[in-house]
Every structure is written in structure tokens, then in C-alpha cells.
């Protein structure tokens, strides 16, 4: 019979140098102390995060659930896309601003290529948009897959920028003073006011709840106290107009 060994096994070291943060803090004290001091370890902590960030936004589930992957993602994302920009090219709507060109930003909502080019006040409430998806899901249906979350999204993005151009919509909005002659949103608005409400459907899910709420107020609060219309204001005088907030809003109309 062969004597037990007394020889302890060679120590087995992960390929990559660093060890996920669960991991470093269930290890003795002096060891995590003497990893941090390394600066190959610390960067590759940083690093591993990082990608587990960037996995947690390209594969979509937990625990085995609906899993979307790369090539879904942006493939669902693009077939979004496209069908805005198809839907509003059939029923006339420009490509780009009558005015021939491309702006990154237009600063007031009375400018007459306003919702014309690739960003403007309204395009806050679009952010918002998406961010307001992943607030309801958290404090409604917290368990909810992220797949499921992230097809709501872009299905009510999808939805909203069709459902705006329809003429009942657009003759709702014509009705409130600030929206007169108002004709809809070129192509190239209304594609990226998508993708605006998906980056804010990122933003809120690398938020914490209070920061998601914290943000909607704030940009709620600028867009109205600077732009004279907001998410919160657009919607209700959508509905009822309201003489005296249309009065407030043509204060700062230089036309």
C-alpha cells in the first residue's frame, strides 16, 4: 500500500491573470492585498468587468432564458430601423430636410427644420422613451427577461414612430399652437430618434433606479424650462391643449 504524498499539487493559475471580483473577495486577506498591488492585475480586473458589461448587453437572458445573440440583436435593431425609414419614404415623407441639409443639432423648436435632422429638444423625450421602458419593467415586472424588455422597446419605438405619422396623430399635433405646420419628421429624423430611444433604453439599464428617475427629471426640467415643450407637456396638450401653457410657450417664439 502506498504512502499518502505529502507533496501539495502544482498551483493552477487562470490563463488571464485576473480573478472575478466574487472570487478575489472570498480569498484570504493578504492575498487580494498583494493582487491589487499588481498593476497587470488590476488592469485585467478592470478589463474582465468591462466585457462582462458588454456580454451582458450582446447576450440577452439570464440563467438559460431567451438568449439573443450578436448577429439577432442588430439584425432586429436594422429590421426596425428599416421599417421606419420604408413606412415614412412610402407615405412622403422627405429623406433628409427639405432644406438639403444635415444637421447634428437643431437648437429651438420653432426653427422650421425642426424634427428634421439628427437631433433636437424633442429628441429628450424620445431618450426618455426608452428609459421609461426599462423604469416600468424594474418596478413592475422586475423578473422580466432582458430579451422580452429589449423587444418591447424597440417594438414601441418602432410602433410610435410609425403611429406619429399617421394623419389623425398629425392632426393632433397641428391643433396645439407650438406644433403649427408641424408635417411630420424626415426619414432621417425619425430613424434617429430610434436609436436615440434605444441608447436611452441602454442608459437606464446601467443606472440604478433613483439615477433612471434622476435623469428623467432633469432632462424633463431642461426641455422644459428651455425649450418650452417636453415629454410631460406634449403629451397632455395632445389631448386637451391648454391656452394658458400654449401662451407660455410663445414667449420664446422669435417667428
Not at 145 to 155: G, H, K, Q, S, V
Request: glycine share 6%; with cysteine.
Amino acid at each position: 500500500r502506498r504512502a499518502p504524498s505529502t507533496t501539495r499539487p502544482p498551483l493552477r493559475v487562470r490563463s488571464r491573470s485576473y480573478l472575478p471580483w466574487a472570487e478575489l473577495q472570498a480569498l484570504p486577506a493578504p492575498l487580494p492585498h498583494a493582487i491589487f498591488l499588481n498593476h497587470l492585475a488590476i488592469s485585467n480586473c478592470i478589463k474582465g468587468c468591462i466585457s462582462l458589461q458588454l456580454t451582458g448587453f450582446l447576450n440577452w437572458g439570464k440563467d438559460g432564458d431567451a438568449n439573443l445573440t450578436r448577429t439577432t440583436t442588430l439584425t432586429s435593431v436594422l429590421a426596425g430601423a428599416g421599417l421606419i425609414a420604408l413606412t415614412l419614404a412610402f407615405w412622403g415623407q422627405p429623406l433628409i430636410c427639405t432644406c438639403n441639409t444635415v444637421k447634428l443639432w437643431v437648437p429651438t423648436v420653432f426653427a422650421p427644420d425642426n424634427s428634421q435632422h439628427i437631433a433636437d429638444w424633442y429628441t429628450l423625450s424620445h431618450i426618455l422613451h426608452g428609459m421609461l421602458v426599462v423604469l416600468v419593467a424594474r418596478l413592475v415586472v422586475p423578473a422580466l427577461p432582458f430579451a422580452a424588455l429589449f423587444a418591447i422597446a424597440m417594438i414601441t419605438g418602432v410602433a410610435w414612430e410609425i403611429i406619429e405619422h399617421t394623419e389623425w396623430v398629425l392632426g393632433k399635433f397641428r391643433a396645439t399652437t407650438i406644433n403649427q405646420g408641424y408635417h411630420g419628421d424626415s426619414v432621417l429624423n425619425a430613424v434617429a430618434d430610434y436609436f436615440w430611444m434605444l441608447g436611452g433604453f441602454f442608459l437606464a439599464r446601467a443606472l440604478p433606479t433613483l439615477g433612471i428617475v434622476a435623469v428623467i427629471v432633469a432632462f424633463e426640467l431642461i426641455a422644459a424650462f428651455v425649450a418650452r415643450d417636453s415629454l410631460a407637456l406634449t403629451t397632455p396638450m395632445l389631448i386637451y391643449p391648454v391656452e394658458a401653457v400654449e401662451t407660455w410657450q410663445q414667449q420664446i417664439n422669435p417667428l
